[in-house]
């Protein structure tokens, strides 16, 4: 089997980041509902709280991201249990080598933004534990290194995006 290689992903469209976001945020925290339809997608992306900035997505907007990701095997249809409606999965497990933090961490930013450290590490870890201010730093650092993220100066001190 030829696989393809990990950490490889081109610049994706701000709508495509939220879509992203919401998926893996709602991987981590309603697992009973994941993955979505694309009236529930829809509604995460718009959602009026902790989201930054907000938006007015329509389901064709969400439908045309999905299918352009899709291509690049970041996202999934699927049927689960022989159900009608599609569904969609996001495979970031796959296509990155992200520590479970990370995934966190990506979908935190993708949602809402810029943010200091201690916002960050309290909204992410809604999604997964991460136990102290230098574990989330040592996280962030990995992601930068790689390219992932950027930062206004020292990671102690600025918010990050």
Same mark, same amino acid.
């Given at each position: 089997?030829?696989?393809?290689?990990?950490?490889?992903?081109?610049?994706?469209?701000?709508?495509?980041?939220?879509?992203?976001?919401?998926?893996?945020?709602?991987?981590?925290?309603?697992?009973?509902?994941?993955?979505?339809?694309?009236?529930?997608?829809?509604?995460?992306?718009?959602?009026?709280?902790?989201?930054?900035?907000?938006?007015?997505?329509?389901?064709?907007?969400?439908?045309?991201? +999905?299918?352009? /990701?899709?291509?690049?095997? #970041?996202?999934?249809?699927?049927?689960? @249990?022989?159900? !009608? =409606?599609?569904?969609? &999965?996001?495979?970031?497990?796959?296509?990155?080598?992200?520590?479970?933090?990370? +995934?966190?961490? /990506?979908?935190?930013?993708? #949602?809402?933004?810029?943010?200091?450290? @201690?916002?960050? !590490? =309290?909204?992410?870890? &809604?999604?997964?534990?991460?136990?102290?201010?230098?574990?989330?730093?040592?996280? +962030?650092?990995?992601?930068?290194?790689?390219?992932?993220?950027?930062?206004?100066?020292?990671?102690?001190? !600025?918010?990050?995006?």
């Amino acid at each position: 089997m030829n696989e393809e290689p990990k950490n490889q992903i081109k610049d994706l469209k701000k709508i495509q980041r939220r879509v992203l976001g919401v998926l893996m945020e709602k991987a981590f925290t309603t697992p009973d509902a994941y993955p979505l339809t694309l009236k529930a997608l829809t509604t995460g992306c718009n959602q009026k709280s902790n989201r930054s900035p907000q938006s007015s997505y329509d389901e064709g907007q969400i439908q045309d991201a +999905l299918d352009d /990701m899709r291509q690049d095997l #970041l996202v999934a249809e699927v049927f689960p @249990g022989g159900g !009608r =409606t599609a569904r969609y &999965r996001h495979y970031m497990r796959n296509k990155f080598d992200f520590s479970e933090q990370q +995934l966190a961490i /990506m979908a935190e930013l993708r #949602l809402r933004g810029r943010q200091q450290l @201690g916002e960050l !590490r =309290t909204r992410a870890s &809604r999604m997964v534990r991460i136990d102290s201010q230098e574990q989330l730093r040592q996280e +962030l650092t990995s992601l930068q290194q790689k390219g992932y993220l950027q930062a206004n100066g020292p990671l102690e001190r !600025r918010g990050i995006e």
